[in-house]
Structure formats: C-alpha cells, structure tokens
C-alpha cells in the first residue's frame, strides 16, 4: 500500500510561538519530544502551494514504528504542519488526528527524519529531502482528480441509497401465513404509516424473540395490511416448529444491511480518494481513457496444471506476466473458472496471496469449488457462513481443518497403499535395472568399435573423394567444350544449307529469266507508246476545253441580248412618261410598272386630284344651272307676263341653299303638279318660280366660287411636270444598272471568244502532231504498270548476280571452318571416354565405404550414453527409495491412523496454521470491505475478480483497492448488474414511476450503456488482455445462435467439443424433437389467442398460451427420457437437467406453480429462473419462453431487445434449446431493426438445422 | 387429540385462501435401539505436532523440507511448528537434526495416553420412513383412544448398523471435560432392537384457491413440528390425482 522508502534525513527544525503554545495544549513538551526518538518515522503530505510561492507540509506521525512516541501518546496522530524553507522546516501548527485512520498513504511521502532543533547555523536542509517534498505530488490534486473522476459512479450508490436511510420500522402484526413449502411468509396486520409502507421493500425482518433475521420483504400490501417475505433457508425448521409465531407479536423492519452496505461502498471511493489503494496507480488505471499499464518485462514461462487450450494458456501467462491490471474476456463455457484456478495455483506456487472475489456469493463458490485440490493451494472462503453455497463450504474457517485432514488422508493413504507393493516391485525394478546396465555396457563397446571403423571409412572416403571431384570437373569441363564446339558445328551447317539453298534459287532464276537487252528494247517500246499516248490524251483534253468554250460563249452572249433588251424598254418607258399628257396616263404607267408612291408623289397627284374634283363640281352645276333654266324658261312662258314686275321682284330672289336632291325633287313636284293638274294658280307657279329663281342664284354663287382660275390651271401644269420628273428619276437607277450589266456582258463576251480563239489555235497545233486515240487513258495505265514492272525485273535480276556471287564466297569459308570444329570434336571425344574411365573406377572404390559411412553409430553411441544415464540415474533413486521406503512406511503408516482418528479439537492447530498460510481467500466484492477482512487481509499479492460485467464498479473497486494487481474475468456481452431481484430496467421503470424526479437515472443509464469492464477490454493494449475463444459448453449448432455476438472481437468464438454430436447427444427422441435437432424454435402465431398478458396490479407480463404449451412440450420430454431408458441410451437413474428460462420473472412464478401442482416428471431434473438469474449456470437442455406476443403498435418487445440478455438466454444449454414464442413478433414487429437482425439470426440458424416447428406441427403432434 | 387437531387446523386456516381439503390421523412405525458402547478419554493433541515428535523419534531430519516430503504436508506449517516447538523446547537441533528434548518426550507420552471409560448405553428411536435417528423426548406424546390406521407409505427398510450408530452417538455424547481433556465416543459393543412404537401424524389436504395450488401439511407429533419428508411424499404421489 505504501511506498516504503528507507531513507534517512537530519532535519533542521524551529517552531513558531503558536505552535509552541499548541505543543504544550496538548501536553507535548517541544524539547523531550524531539528527543523521544532517535530519528521518526513520518509521512510527508505536501499542500498546495501558497500565493506567495511558498512550499508547505505536514509530517504525519507513525504511532507503530516510533514506539517510544506511541508509549507516551497513542492516542492521536500528532501532525505538525510547516513550511519548508531552504534550511530548515518552521512549524506553524500542531494538531491531532484520530489514531485509527491510517497516516500511510499513496499521496504521502514516508521518509525517517532525524530533527534537529538547532537551526541555526547547522547548515541548509540535506538536498535530498527537499528533493523529495519538491518532486511529490499535492495531495489534493490527486485527491480532488480521484473525486472528480469518481463523481460519474455517484449514480450507482444513490440507487441503493434511495431506501437505505431508513430507521428500523416496528409494528405488531396479527397472524404469520406461511405457504407451501415454508419459503414465504405473510404477516398479516401490520399497522405502518404511509411513508413506512413504501419503503419497506428488500428491508430485512426480524420477529421479537428470534436472534437472527427471518428474511427479507418481497412485497408490502398496504391496503391489506401484508407483508410478503422471503424466509431464509435457515429458518425452515424454526417456520415448521412454529416457534416463529410466538408472543409478543412484533416484527421489525430494518434496512440495516442495506445501509452498511452502501457505506462500504461509500468508504471505497474515499479510500481511493485518500491514496490507500494497494496499487498507487489504481485511480488512473481506472478512469484514464488509455490505462497507464507498465510494460510487461516479459512473459513468464509456466508448467500448467490444468489441461488448458491455446487461449487459456495466453491468459494464465498474460495474467501472470502482468504487473497491474489483466482483463480476460471469457464468453459461455470458455473455460473461465479453469483459467482462475490455474492462476491460482500459479500465484500459490510463486509463493504470492490471491484474492478471489466475485460479486455473488455463488460465483465466490463456484470458483473456489472448482480450484484444483494441491497442497501449495490453501482456499479459504470468508463470509457470512449462511449465505456460503454448498461447494463453499468445505473451505470456511472453521472447516478448513477438516478440509485439510481429509485431503492429507486421501494422498497419504494412496501413497501408503502404493507403496505397500513397492518394496517387491524395487527389488525386481533393480535387478532389472542392473542387467539393463550391464547390456548396455556390451553395447556401448560394440558401437565404439563401429564409431572408430567408420572414422576410416571416412578418412578414406574423403580422400577417394577429392581424386572424383577432380576428375568430374574435367569431366565437366570437356563436356562442355564439346557442348560448345558442337553448338558451332550445328551453327555452321545449318549456315552452309541456307547458303546452298540461296545460291541455287538465284541460279535458278537467272536461267529463267531472258537477257537483259530484250529487257531494255521492250522498255523503250513502252515509253514511246505512251509518249504518243500521253499526247493524244492531251489534244482530247483540249477538244473539250473548245467545247465547253462555245457553249459559254453562246450563253454569255444571249445574256448580253438579254440585257439590251431590258435597257431598251426602259428607255422607251421613260419616253412614254416624257410624252404623257393626262394625269390617268401617268398613273396607268405607275401601276402598270408598279412605281414607288414616294411622298412628293403622293402628294403632287393629290393636288392634281383635288383641282379635278373642282372640275367636276362645277360641270355638275352646270348641268343643274340648266335644268334650272329650262324649269325657269318654262314657267316663265307660262305664266307669261302676268304680273310682270312680281316677277322682276321674284328674279332678285335671294339664294336658297340647296343640294342636287332638293332640286331634283323641287322639279318632280313641279312637274307632276303640271302633268296633274290642268290649271294650276298661278301663284303657286309663282311660288314654284320663286324656289327656282332662289336656287339658280345659290347654284351661280357657288359656280362664282369653284371656277377654276389662272393659277389654279398653271398650278395643275406644273404639278404634272413634277410628277413626269419624279417617275423618270425612280426609273433611272434601274436603267443604269442595266446598261452596266449589258456592258459587263458585253466584255465577257470578248473575252471568251479571245480565249477560244487561242484555244482553237493551240489545237490547230496539236493535230499536226497528234491524233486522237481512242482509250487513250486505259493504254496508257497499262503502258505505265508493264514499264514499272519491266524495270522491277531488271532491278532483281541484277541483283541476284550479285548475290550469288557474294554467297559463294561465303561458302568456302565456312567449309573451311566446318572442317576444324569436326577435328576438335574428335578430339574432345577421346578425352572425355578416358576421363569416365577413370571415373568409374574411383566411384567403384566409394561403394564399399558408402555402406561404412551410412550405418550411424553416432546416434546409437549417443541413444547407449543417455539410456546409461538414465539406467543410473533410475538406479540412484531406487537406491533412495530403498532406503527410505521402510521409514516412510512406518511413519506414514502412523500418520494415517493419526489422522483417521483426528477430530475437530485436534485440528485446531492445523486450522489456526491453514488460516494463517491460507493463499487464497474467496470472498464477495462487498465482503471484501468488511472490517474484520480488511484487518485480517490488508493487502493481496494478486486480486482476481470473476463474473466482473456484473458487478457495478463501486462494488468492483473494493476488492481492487486491495490489490497490488488487479485480474478481471467477465463478459461484457451477458448481462450487466442486478440490482435487488430485479433487471435493471425493472429497477429503473419503479424507481421512475416511485419518483419522477430521480435524479441519478440518466446518469446511470449512461453509465449501463458501456461497463467498466468493457471500456478497459476496449481500450487495454494486447498484452493485458486476452479473449477465451473456446467453448465446451454449448452443441456447436447451439454456439452458432451467440457467434454473432463475438464478432467485433479480434477472435472469432469457436467450438472446442471434438465431435458435437457424441459429446452433446440428448439422447431424446420424440415427435418434436429428433435426435440431431439441438436448437429449435416452437412458433407461436402471432394473434389475439397467443398473446401476452399482464399481470393484475403489476408490471411484470406473462404468456398463458406459451405456459401451456411448455407443459406439453415438459410431459414429451420426460416421456422421451423414459423411452430413452429403455432404450438403453440413457442410464436408469438417470435425470436429465432442464432449466425453464423466461425474459419475465411472472412467467417463472407461473412455471414454477404449474412444474409443483399439475406435472409429474420423474425422468426430470427442473430448474427455473429468468434470463437474468441463469447467468453462470448451464442444463442439458433449456426451454426458453419468450413471452412477448401482442399487435398493440405503440408496444415493443421490452427487455428482450438487449443483446446482452439473448446472449445469456441462447447460451445455458449443452445440448438442446427449445425456444418458446412468436417468430414474428421478435423477427418482424419488434421496433428496433439490430433486434430484429438477432432474432432473425437465431430463426434462420434454426430452419438450417430443421428446427423451425410452427403450430400446425406442434398441434399434429401435440 | 380432537384438541391437537383443532389446534392445528385453526392454524391452518389463518390463511384466509385456504380450504381444508382432507384430514386424517395415522401414525408410523418407530423403532428404538438400545446401544452399549464405551467411551474413551484423552487429551487434545495437536495432531501434526504429535506426528512430527513421533517422526523424530524415528528419523534422522535435518530440514523442514524432508518432513514434508514424509508427512505430504505444507513445508510451511511443518516451518512454523518447528519454530514453536523449538521456541516451547520440545526440540532442539542436535549436530544437524531435530531431537526430541525430555520435555517433548512426555508430551508424547500424554498426547499418546488414552483412558478407556466405563460401558454406558443408551435408546436410539429410528424412523425407517425416515431414515433418521429422532432425538429423545421427555414430555408424553398426546395419546389417542382410536385404533389409528399405518401410513399408507409405510415400508420397513433398514439401513442401521454400527457404523451409524457410532456417527449418532459420537454427535450426541462427545464432549470436553473441565480440564480440557476430550471424552470421546470411541466403540458401539452392540445394539439390539426393541419394540416398535407408533408414532401419530396428522395430516391435511389443503387447497389455497388465490394460488390455485394443492398442498398437504404433516404433522410430527414426536418432533413437534410439520414433516416435510412425509409431506413431500405425499404430495409427490397424490397431488395430480387431487387436481383431478
């Protein structure tokens, strides 16, 4: 626990006033008590330092070592605290602490100081003890860094303190209704307050007048005045005498265990905080993200005593080779417990003290039950002896002795017995053994013999040996020139047919071809044939150019008329306009020849339009200015000359306005009036005469008005003028242009014709000196490929000459050539066949020593060494034993009798020296922190913890805190804590609805979310932790259900049954299950009739339906096992181990009901359990009942979602796990898809094996 | 009886979800024994300690180790006895191996001692349904004036013999005298049977209707107590009929 550093420092020291004043207060004289010791052994804790840089201490007394100071005061820990100057301590104050809290701690520094109160002048403080104040740690920081860190496992300790602070509740009670099997008792008519009623879950209950606790509370009934307990086992048989029941009737509740428990708990965390952990390095090593592990120096090399495969042999030396912290991941069945034990004896061996702890009582047990029974191991189990299984028990303090004795008896009487038929066996071992050596002797000459002769054989052998190699790499030698020389010879044959073959294809060439100057006249004949060719083709060429000429003359010239032609007619238009006289003309031309209407245009025939309009007007005016007149003229005659001068009156009459209209119909009344009547009055004639006259006068008016005048007439002349000009002006660009077009026509014209002209010319030329050939172009093409050709062959033909000539050069050379290498391959020949000669006759000579050589006596010689060796070694001991075996006989003989007879007083002395030598200690994680343990057992060598993921880490860290190192054994992928007899999620769901305002609940769901455990598995280097990856529990079609699981893991889990089959056969065979099914799946539909139900006034659900059908599926079992029995499969007496699991503790209940009332299965081992509970343990076969069933959509599957939980339930059976529930339910209508993906895996495992039964198969067998 | 049996039902139905089914009275056989044995009288040895002084009477030891060896025990314990037998002068080391001083000598002696007592003899009462041995009674057994008929169950096997006998007795009478010494159970000389004693039961048939279970309650009246053996074996073989 502490760093004891022997080391030894003279200490100048004064004290301040005030705690010289505090020395005497507490009765300490400051000279004697200096003196008291030669030199003190303290503890040194620096404080922080103060603002102005000072460094300050406090030196803690050892009231052990310094036995004088103890003497005189051991009352406190005196404390004095200083400040630490260069040459000196100054003591500032003296106080006291209370003597029962350790002074030693990681956090303090232990030093032996030698004071020295005269300071002054005595030199500074000896550098080593300022070096050490200087480099130690603050002892707050490192306290405030455990407190910070430790804060996130506060959730832990509220959940158990939630209840915990309760004072005992004591009430009267009325009757106690025990049932059945006295497990439970009712005590009815308890008068408690509200608050009282709830709180008294898990509190434990003790009746007036028995000393121990008759159990604890299952559940309260307030409103029936019940309490339900759960009676101890040891408390049957007061239950059943009915002492139990006895007056007065008072029951106290007391919570008392509980609250020592969470104060141990509470008491780790401050132990931890005070640096009192047995490994100084725990705190980081817990909450580092990378624990701070020390290198491991290397791997221990061990003998093991259990059987162990490769990954139980990694962890035993991985564990051993540890310094500080091991983690071993050890998945169902692996072999964990196997791995503890040899660990174990391991540390028993290398002399070190285990600690194996573990949070149950039953893991504590199983353990230390399977721990290998070896005199160098010695258990013991330390713990309230009640709650100490079975397998425990053997190994508590006060069966120890008798555990001892037996063990002793049992090796001494079998080596007593052995050794009874020893003595005859040693002499005849003897006599054996001495003509053993004296055969070996004789051998062991003989093989010298052969040793030396084989010496020769080799010296010789060797020599032989030389001469063969020598000749062979002359061999070698020859037989490579001659490889090369013949190379040459193949080379230069090969060369002198190619050359032969060339020579001879050129010769016959040449002879084939005719002479060369036929060759050259053909040639030439050729060329001139296409010159004549070449001209002809040319004058056709020309021919055609004259053609084609004409034809552009003749268009260019019709375009030419073309154009004059318009230019004429754009003339003659002009002469029209120039010689219009009318207005109309000039416009019929405009139209005619679609004239721009520019605005001058319009403008001038709008003048020209209005002076006309005038012109009609007044024609008209006239014209009625003459009917008029007639009209006058007529009524004038009428009327005669009566009244005259009216008339003259009536002729000024003034003007009537008047229109055409009016006037026409003025003289058609008139004139029917006439026609009509013969006479008319003349006043109406006069009337009329008088309209008349009036109109006449209007009409003359206006003619006055419209008459055109002078201006008007030379206005109308100019006007048309304008108009000629405008229109000749339009039409003078397109006259223009037409003449220029004419003209550019007209230049064309000449030029093609000049053109033709010379063309015309050049053939004129070209006739005289060639004629036009017809094809000429097709002759010429072959004229020109013969030629090409022709010259070809003259090209080849010369050549060949010369090639001929050159190859027969070549030739002789190379005859010469071929010649030399033939002469030099003879000669190479001869020497080679002189060469084997020579070479046969050596190897013939090896052949007898190859025989020598190949015997190997050396083998033999050294095989005889050994054998003696061990003839005498064999020999010795015999002797030994010959000697002692009388001895050993008597006294063991002694012994055993002694021991037989040996009781219990007589082993007091033995258990007193077991205890005191005891090396391994099992105890819970709890009990650990017990005070008795922790004074009886400090500090371990080696603390193991088993069954670590389900533990909390408060409770972890208690039996940690003790350990120098720390080994831990879990699986983080089975389930996580327990608390109480509930999940976790069950204590969280009650916690929650109890109250809303839990504070530690998300803390703590946190905190389940990843372990402890899994967090240092994950973040540990390889060399401190190790998976087991081999399993021997489960049938490997069962393992495959859980390999899932294990697949982020470096190593995949595997199966160590050498054959499945044989190992896990469940022997059972019936209409359900055959005898190679192990993993099946009973389906059951998921509808209304199936479903899941809750439980009256509960939480917890159960499933009638599945109750019922693993009823059926029980009586088929058991019928099976009986059937297997007489089949002979399956022992008479023997049971098979069934455990009926379910993920609701409401289902168990009612399985346990219905295994109790309404089964009789006497080939049946049963036990039952949730999921949870049947952690650690493993059946033969487990039925599984899933129970979740229902359609409601807001519902999921609860706690059968977590991984954690399937894991546990798929791996507890050895040979056959039936499962028990709604394929659907879990595969497709659970919420959350990585659940659906595990169930899916499970019932796709099963259908591979055929073990899918679904209710129609179920009901035809059922 | 009657009273015995009302008392008992009264009991019973405390319970408020129970209905007494059945009630019979019946009885077993018991057989008692009477035993003669003697008892012996010897100090109480440390028995290791014992061994090694008688070891070294006989042979030449020089380490802890070869004590181990002989004994096959932890070299350890035989280390630490050593030193306290040195340090309370039972031994000394005498030119290289351990001799026994005068003092060792007669510890021997009377750690050996044995003082054969006086034969004594006693009355064993055996249930053969049980198979186990009751304890004696003082107070009478409540009488009844009916012929009560035998447990349907009853079988009369027998598994006593000495041996047994011993184991019961050397429970029951080994003791320490005041002066330390141990007296102690040491022989069974011999053991007769006697004659057979009918012991009386009752015995209900319960039906709790909350539960819906069937159960059954015996009552012992030599022990005082409910049986659970004969309550576990009835059960065992009636209960499904019970449901029927």
Request: include cysteine.
């Amino acid at each position: 626990m502490i760093k004891t550093q022997k080391t030894e420092y003279r200490c100048p020291i004064t004290l301040t006033n005030k705690a010289k004043d505090k020395m005497r207060e507490l009765g300490l004289d400051e000279r004697s008590f200096f003196l008291l010791e030669k030199s003190f052994h303290v503890y040194i804790e620096k404080y922080p330092q103060s603002g102005d840089g000072l460094v300050s201490a406090a030196l803690f007394f050892d009231m052990e070592k310094n036995e004088r100071l103890a003497d005189k005061f051991n009352r406190f820990v005196v404390v004095l605290h200083c400040l630490v100057k260069q040459d000196r301590l100054v003591v500032t104050n003296v106080t006291t602490r209370p003597a029962h809290i350790p002074a030693a701690s990681n956090w303090r520094a232990s030093a032996d100081l030698t004071f020295d109160l005269n300071a002054q002048g005595s030199g500074p403080m000896p550098y080593g003890l300022l070096d050490l104040i200087h480099n130690m740690p603050v002892a707050q920081e490192s306290s405030m860094y455990v407190k910070k860190r430790i804060a996130s496992w506060e959730g832990y300790l509220k959940i158990q303190e939630q209840s915990a602070d309760i004072p005992d509740i004591t009430s009267h009670y009325s009757t106690l209704v025990f049932n059945d099997d006295f497990s439970r008792v009712k005590i009815a008519g308890c008068q408690l307050n509200e608050k009282e009623w709830k709180s008294l879950k898990d509190m434990s209950v003790k009746l007036k007048g028995i000393d121990q606790d008759i159990g604890k509370v299952m559940k309260a009934n307030r409103s029936a005045a019940t309490v339900e307990v759960e009676v101890h086992g040891y408390m049957e048989d007061q239950a059943r005498r009915g002492r139990l029941d006895s007056h007065p009737r008072e029951v106290t509740f007391s919570n008392f265990a509980t609250l020592s428990q969470v104060k141990r708990l509470r008491q780790g965390f401050k132990q931890l905080e005070n640096g009192l952990a047995a490994n100084p390095e725990l705190e980081r090593l817990l909450f580092e993200n990378k624990p701070p592990v020390k290198e491991i120096k290397k791997q221990a090399k061990l003998q093991f005593h259990n059987r162990l495969n490769e990954f139980q042999q990694a962890a035993v030396i991985g564990a051993m080779s540890a310094e500080d912290l091991y983690v071993i991941q050890g998945p169902p069945g692996t072999g964990k417990t196997t791995v503890i034990s040899e660990i174990c004896l391991q540390n028993a061996k290398a002399g070190l003290r285990t600690l194996v702890a573990s949070q149950s009582n039953l893991a504590v047990d199983n353990a230390l039950g399977r721990l290998l029974a070896n005199k160098d191991i010695r258990i013991l189990r330390v713990g309230r002896t009640e709650s100490i299984e079975e397998e425990g028990k053997k190994f508590i303090e006060e069966n120890v002795g008798q555990y001892w004795k037996d063990h002793t008896l049992k090796e001494v009487s079998s080596q007593f017995e052995a050794r009874k038929h020893r003595e005859t066996e040693v002499e005849a071992e003897w006599a054996a053994n001495e003509q053993e050596q004296e055969r070996f002797q004789k051998k062991l000459a003989q093989v010298e013999d052969e040793l030396e002769a084989k010496q020769k054989a080799q010296q010789l052998y060797n020599e032989i040996q030389d001469i063969i190699e020598k000749h062979k790499m002359d061999i070698h030698d020859a037989e490579k020139e001659g490889q090369t020389v013949q190379q040459l010879l193949q080379k230069i044959e090969q060369s002198l047919r190619l050359l032969n073959d060339t020579i001879e294809q050129d010769e016959n060439f040449l002879a084939e071809e005719p002479d060369r100057d036929l060759f050259q006249k053909e040639l030439e004949e050729n060329q001139q044939e296409i010159v004549r060719l070449q001209d002809s083709v040319a004058l056709q060429v020309l021919e055609n150019e004259i053609n084609q000429q004409k034809l552009t003359i003749d268009k260019v010239s019709a375009e030419c008329e073309k154009w004059k032609e318009a230019t004429n007619q754009q003339d003659a238009l002009t002469g029209k306009i120039a010689a219009a006289k009318k207005i109309d003309t000039l416009k019929w031309l405009m139209l005619e020849q679609n004239f721009t209407r520019s605005l001058q245009v319009q403008s001038l025939l709008s003048k020209l339009d209005h002076l006309r309009e005038r012109m009609k007007q007044l024609d008209k005016l006239k014209e009625y200015n003459e009917k008029l007149n007639r009209a006058i003229s007529y009524l004038e005659k009428s009327l005669g000359n009566q009244h005259g001068h009216q008339r003259e009156q009536l002729k000024t009459t003034p003007p009537i306005s008047t229109t055409a209209e009016q006037i026409d119909q003025l003289l058609d009344t008139l004139r029917s009036e006439l026609k009509g009547k013969s006479t008319i009055h003349p006043q109406r004639l006069e009337a009329f005469l008088k309209g008349l006259y009036g109109r006449r006068s209007f009409i003359w008016k206006k003619a006055e008005q419209l008459k055109l005048n002078d201006t008007d007439k030379k206005v109308a002349q100019e006007a048309l003028q304008q108009l000629k000009q405008e229109l000749i002006a339009q039409l003078k660009p397109i006259l223009d242009d037409n003449k220029m077009i004419f003209q550019k026509y007209q230049r064309d014209l000449a030029e093609q014709t000049a053109k033709l002209t010379f063309l015309q010319n050049k053939s004129t030329q070209m006739r005289a000196s060639a004629d036009i050939i017809p094809n000429a172009k097709e002759f010429l093409h072959e004229k020109e490929a013969k030629v090409f050709d022709l010259q070809a062959k003259k090209e080849q033909y010369a050549q060949a000459n010369l090639r001929i000539e050159r190859n027969r050069t070549k030739r002789e050379q190379e005859t010469l050539q071929l010649k030399q290498a033939r002469q030099k391959q003879t000669e190479i020949e001869s020497r080679l066949s002189e060469l084997s000669g020579i070479l046969k006759e050596k190897e013939d000579e090896v052949i007898p020593l190859n025989e020598i050589l190949s015997s190997e006596p050396e083998r033999e010689h050294e095989e005889v060494l050994k054998k003696l060796a061990s003839i005498s070694f064999t020999r010795e001991s015999l002797k030994q034993e010959k000697e002692k075996l009388p001895l050993f006989q008597s006294v063991q003989g002694v012994w055993q009798s002694l021991l037989e007879e040996a009781n219990e007083h007589d082993l007091n002395e033995i258990r007193k020296l077991y205890v005191k030598h005891a090396n391994v200690i099992g105890t819970t994680c709890v009990a650990s922190a017990r005070k008795d343990f922790i004074e009886s057992y400090p500090i371990f060598d080696v603390v193991i913890i088993d069954e670590v993921s389900k533990a909390t880490p408060p409770e972890l860290l208690l039996p940690m805190l003790k350990g120098k190192k720390v080994i831990l054994v879990g699986d983080h992928h089975q389930l996580p804590p327990l608390l109480g007899n509930d999940t976790l999620e069950e204590t969280l769901q009650e916690m929650a609805q109890e109250s809303e305002d839990f504070e530690g609940k998300a803390e703590l769901k946190k905190l389940l979310q990843e372990s402890l455990f899994e967090r240092l598995f994950k973040n540990l280097p390889k060399s401190n932790k190790t998976m087991l990856a081999i399993q021997y529990r489960m049938h490997e079609n069962i393992m495959e259900t859980i390999t899932p699981f294990y697949m982020q893991e470096n190593e995949q889990l595997q199966c160590g049954l050498a054959d499945s089959e044989l190992d896990r056969d469940h022997k059972l065979s019936s209409p359900l299950i055959k005898r190679n099914n192990h993993l099946l799946w009973l389906d059951m539909p998921n509808e209304p009739a199936f479903f899941e139900e809750r439980m009256k006034g509960g939480k917890s659900l159960f499933n009638p339906a599945e109750l019922k059908r693993i009823g059926e599926l029980l009586k088929e079992l058991d019928d099976a096992a009986a059937e297997a029995k007489q089949a002979g499969r399956m022992e008479a007496n023997q049971k098979k181990s069934i455990g009926v699991i379910s993920f609701y503790g409401e289902q168990v209940k009612r399985i346990d009901r219905m295994l109790q009332q309404e089964l009789c299965l006497t080939h049946l081992t049963i036990r039952t359990g949730t999921v949870d509970r049947f952690q650690g343990m493993e059946m033969d076969v487990i039925l599984l009942s899933m129970v979740r069933n229902h359609d409601n959509k807001q519902d999921d599957i609860g706690f059968a979602r977590d991984y954690r939980r399937l894991n546990v339930a798929l791996s507890r059976a050895k040979e056959l796990l039936v499962m028990i529930g709604s394929t659907k339910m879990f595969t497709e209508r659970s919420k959350n898809k990585e659940a659906r993906k595990m169930y899916t895996h499970v019932l796709e495992s099963a259908k591979k094996q055929d073990g899918l039964r679904t209710l129609e198969e179920v009901s035809l067998h059922g | 009886m009657d009273k015995l049996q009302k008392k008992l039902l009264s009991k019973l139905l405390e319970n408020p979800s129970v209905q007494i089914k059945k009630a019979v009275i019946w009885h077993i056989p018991m057989t008692n024994y009477t035993v003669a044995f003697h008892r012996v009288k010897r100090s109480k040895m440390d028995i290791l300690m014992k061994m090694m002084l008688l070891t070294f009477e006989q042979a030449q030891i020089r380490r802890a180790a070869n004590l181990a060896e002989m004994l096959l025990v932890e070299e350890l314990f035989i280390e630490d006895l050593l030193k306290k037998m040195q340090r309370t002068g039972l031994i000394r080391l005498e030119t290289g191996s351990y001799k026994l001083t005068s003092k060792g000598q007669g510890q021997i002696k009377t750690g050996v001692m044995e003082e054969e007592l006086e034969e004594e003899s006693a009355v064993l009462s055996y249930s053969t349904i049980h198979d186990e041995f009751w304890p004696e009674r003082t107070d009478p057994l409540p009488e009844s004036d009916e012929v009560l008929p035998v447990y349907r169950y009853a079988n009369d096997q027998n598994f006593i013999d000495a041996d047994r006998i011993l184991h019961v007795l050397a429970e029951r009478r080994n003791s320490v005298d005041e002066d330390g010494f141990q007296i102690i159970v040491a022989a069974v000389n011999s053991f007769e049977e006697q004659e057979v004693e009918n012991i009386t039961f009752l015995e209900f048939q319960l039906y709790n209707k909350e539960q819906d279970i069937y159960y059954a309650r015996v009552w012992n009246t030599w022990l005082g107590r409910w049986d659970e053996t004969l309550e576990k074996q009835i059960e065992d073989k009636e209960r499904l009929e019970w449901r029927k």
